[in-house]
T-cell receptor, first 112, second 117 residues
Framework: KNQVEQSPQSLIILEGKNCTLQ??????????LRWYKQDTGRGPVSLTI?????NTKSNGRYTATLDADTKQSSLHITASQLSDSASYIC???????????FGRGTSLIVHP | ETGVTQSPTHLIKTRGQQVTLRCSSQ?????VSWYQQALGQGPQFIFQ???????GRGNFPPRFSGLQFPNYSSELNVNALELDDSALYLC????????????????FGEGSRLTVL
């Protein structure tokens, strides 16, 4: 069964600090992995996509990594801002499948 | 702005009633998928429509049904509402041959918040 597990479930940090969110998956065959940011009461928005051959990809202060051998991904946020407070959801697609597998998300709160 | 619009944004129903939620997909997108998101949880896949045909369904009972129209907009219908149906319902559009996008990016609407009393 395809599964995506995220940790931690929730995280509180101070503004300006860095943090790392984790995503472990058992989706097979692997096609790609996306990190989405979901602000409270809004729809998720894609931050970055990782394919099998990619190890690291940055999008501003967001850096995603992928280890296809261990089936793990991380999302590192640098110099956090209040606007980073949101849920971060890891979504994995299997090759040839119409149905993506969603993680439950990590709720990040950034305090001033 | 993703270009995906959903209506209504909020609604309240009572147990046993029926509800219809609507979604307009982003221009150029031929695939629409629906998700249920309970509070504090990740989205759960309900079903997907590609060119007016359902081509994927999650673990939801038949009282959850849908339609996709020729302009690729879509409806989600839920009959015999239960308290556990209270959730944020998200619609996402995407493009790709056969309903499966190579990049897999989903463009979500803002959601419809359903409360069942």
């Amino acid at each position: 069964k395809n599964q995506v597990e995220q940790s931690p479930q929730s995280l509180i940090i101070l503004e300006g600090k860095n943090c790392t969110l984790q995503c472990n998956y058992t989706v097979s065959p692997f096609s790609n992995l996306r990190w989405y940011k979901q602000d409270t009461g809004r729809g998720p928005v894609s931050l970055t996509i990782m394919t099998f051959s990619e190890n690291t990809k940055s999008n501003g202060r967001y850096t995603a990594t992928l280890d296809a051998d261990t089936k793990q991904s991380s999302l590192h946020i640098t110099a956090s801002q209040l606007s980073d407070s949101a849920s971060y959801i890891c979504v994995v697609r299997s090759g040839g499948s119409y149905i993506p597998t969603f993680g439950r998300g990590t709720s990040l709160i950034v305090h001033p | 702005e993703t270009g995906v619009t959903q209506s209504p944004t909020h609604l309240i129903k009572t147990r046993g009633q029926q509800v219809t939620l609507r979604c307009s997909s982003q221009s150029g997108h031929n695939t629409v998928s629906w998700y249920q998101q309970a509070l504090g949880q990740g989205p759960q896949f309900i079903f997907q429509y590609y060119r007016e045909e359902e081509n994927g369904r999650g673990n939801f009972p038949p009282r959850f049904s849908g339609l996709q129209f020729p302009n690729y907009s879509s409806e989600l219908n839920v009959n015999a509402l239960e308290l556990d149906d209270s959730a944020l319902y998200l619609c996402a559009s995407s493009s790709g041959a056969g309903g499966y996008s190579n990049t897999g990016e989903l463009f979500f609407g803002e959601g419809s918040r359903l409360t069942v009393l």
